[in-house]
């Protein structure tokens, strides 16, 4: 067993409470990603505990205009941004529709920078990343170059900037907020990093889960976005089809605790009950369970160090319940081994893979590409890409490059295979 550092500095450390701006009244709250599923999940956190939090400033891709103009009221916040600067019209209708005459109405942002402006920001204390995709990158690093309490849901733009993040966030400023690594934050509060054996991230194993590769060959977008537990976005839900979600968080644990990847597992646990687990030197396994309810770790993220009475359902312990646990099929789902490998290489790999994936989903969800082609075509790019120079000295432009190469060359690997697919037919 490698041993863990005697004085690590984990980006992720519920010993260590980062409180860039105390106060005695509520926590003053930035929302990215406010019309998504976390952004709406945390915003009906909020409007549930107003003595607790205030959300301050919004921002959204601009696809939903009409809720987000009635966020913005229901919040009374300062600032909306919107990644999409033709919206801007309608969202003004929007706001000036949801405000009483007279009413003063928010400032707006927008352009692709908008999240980024309100991210850094220096009038709140959290800013609550929940944007989906490698966009997300630019608006953690401002949060955290603000000083701000980062409580991340957005694990792309740690996987593909993972040496940009470490390099500028403090012990303690970064809180998770995916269910899996909540629930190792709050598992890792009972030991020392010394005293950890190792991680056990646990997944639903998907629609798929039982099926072999050949079985994988002929599902279909239905199949795929019918999730057994969870309820979420399109490009999220394929990736828990595919399980690239689950390797994407075996590197996000790596880098936010510190640990080697080879004591870091991957089990399969149908119910969703256990989000994850931290295995001790003394045989001790910690775990934390709750009913599938994504308000539980956005609670922590929001307001750690401090448990939001009912942020979400708890067990019912009178009725009987059955939790199984089985191997990962490495198989049939060969995404996370693949991601362990462009871990281990580091530099613009992640990035590589996270843009190639974004791209081959995107191709699935169209009907140009086979469920099994996501992956397929992912280890191709990943595989054309090699070994990244970039190392310790990664820089922005370092990843964008990277990106913009492994996104070109997926949608000329999909084109091909849609081609000959189609002269086979």
Known sequence: MTESPASPSPLADPHLVFDPAPADGPRDIVVLGSTGSIGTQAIDLVLRNPDRFRVTALSAAGGRVALLAEQARRLRVRTVAV?????????????????????????????????????????????????????????????????????????????????????????????????????????????????????????????????????????????????????????????????????????????????????????????????????????????????????????IGLGWPERIPDAAPAFDWTKASTWEFFPLDTEAFPSVGLARHVGELAGTAPAVFNAANEECVDAFLSGSLAFNGIMETVTKVVEEHGTPGTGTSLTVADVLEAETWARARARELTTTDKAAAEARA
């Open 83 to 299: 990644a999409r600067e033709d919206v801007v019209p309608a969202l003004r209708e929007a706001l000036a529709a949801q405000y009483g005459p007279g009413e003063q109405l928010p400032e707006i942002l927008a352009g692709p920078d908008a999240a980024t402006q309100i991210a850094g920001r220096g009038d709140c204390h959290t800013v609550l990343n929940g944007i989906t995709g490698s966009i997300g990158l630019a608006p953690t690093l401002a949060a955290l170059e603000a000083g701000r309490t980062l409580a991340l849901a957005n694990k792309e733009s740690l996987i593909v900037g993972g040496p940009l993040v470490k390099r500028i966030a403090r012990p303690g400023q970064i809180i998770p907020v995916d269910s899996e690594h909540a629930a190792l934050f709050q598992a890792l509060a009972a030991g020392t990093r010394a005293d950890v054996r190792k991680l056990v991230v646990t997944a639903s194993g998907g629609p798929f889960r039982g099926r072999t590769k050949a079985d994988l060959a002929q599902v279909t977008v239905e199949q795929a976005l019918a999730h057994p537990t969870w309820a979420m976005g399109p490009v999220i839900t394929v990736n828990s089809a595919t399980l690239v979600n689950k390797g994407l968080e075996v590197i996000e644990a790596h880098l936010l605790y510190d640990i080697p990847f080879d004591r870091i597992e991957v089990v399969v646990h149908p119910q969703s009950f256990v989000h994850s687990m931290v295995e001790y030197v003394d045989g001790s396994s910690l775990l934390q369970a709750t009913p599938p309810d994504m308000r539980g770790p956005i609670a």
